[in-house]
């Protein structure tokens, strides 16, 4: 299993997920620049966290049109797994690989704090080997983190099991109180109907270091680790 890491004008998680991946996997993760063709046969393509274009006209609309997401949706569509942070997951969302929007924040701020999300399902691959029943502090960046879909998207996605986590407090009581931007069913990540494709706000990557004094991320890549073909 090759992993790759779409680096965009913008990106500044890019380096943060290309060390977790490497340690994990034991094995060098490509960079893949924005202006590419060429996904360099990875199996798994990861979209970091940043300000993809700086963030201009909306999140992730100027990024999804960058000649490498061509190659990461015809990835996607034949099955390839791709993992969308932050940013990326806006940009999964706006290349219509995801469901929903991801919308300002509901008080129109942008947030950067720990906070707690609780796994949804043991079916999807980020969260295979996590516990359901445990709350994981990770922390978010994000002024555009709310997300929103429509009745019907919402029924599907609970539905079909592709909501991966919800915003909770330490013990994972998911009450709308403990939801930090004000998305709807405090949803914090979500998969595609295939289950190929998966996008999370908050930021794993960055609790994945003893050096950063919590390691609560570094469960949802080895479950990846764990989880997918050697």
């Known amino acids: 299993m090759k992993f790759g890491v779409v680096i965009f004008p913008g990106s500044n998680c890019d380096q943060d997920v290309i060390e977790v991946l490497s340690r994990t996997s034991h094995k060098p993760v490509a960079r893949l620049w924005h202006k590419d063709h060429d996904l360099q046969n990875c199996d798994f393509i990861v979209l970091p966290g940043g300000f993809s274009y700086g963030d201009y006209l909306r999140s992730g609309a100027i990024a999804r ?51 707690f999300i609780k796994p949804e399902t043991n079916t999807l691959l980020p969260t295979r080997h996590l516990d359901v029943n445990k709350a994981y502090k990770i922390p978010v960046a994000h002024g ?45 990540g979500i998969s595609n109907a295939g289950k190929n494709v998966f996008g999370m706000m908050p930021h794993p990557e960055r609790a994945a270091d003893p050096d950063l004094g919590n390691l609560a991320g570094l469960s949802i890549f080895e479950s990846i680790m764990d989880s997918v073909p050697a």
């Open 65 to 115: 049109f960058s000649p490498i997401m061509q190659e990461v949706i015809a990835h996607a569509n034949k099955g390839g797994y791709v993992l969308g942070i932050c940013n990326g997951f806006q940009i999964l969302t706006e290349a219509g690989l995801l469901p929903g929007a991801l919308l300002r924040n509901i008080e129109q701020k942008f947030i950067c704090k720990n906070v």
């Open 144 to 188: 555009e983190g709310r997300f929103f879909a429509d009745a019907d998207t919402l029924k599907q996605l609970n539905d079909n099991e592709q909501v991966m986590f919800r915003y909770s407090d330490e013990n994972a009581n998911t009450d709308a109180c403990f939801n930090c931007n004000g998305s709807l069913e405090s949803i914090a």
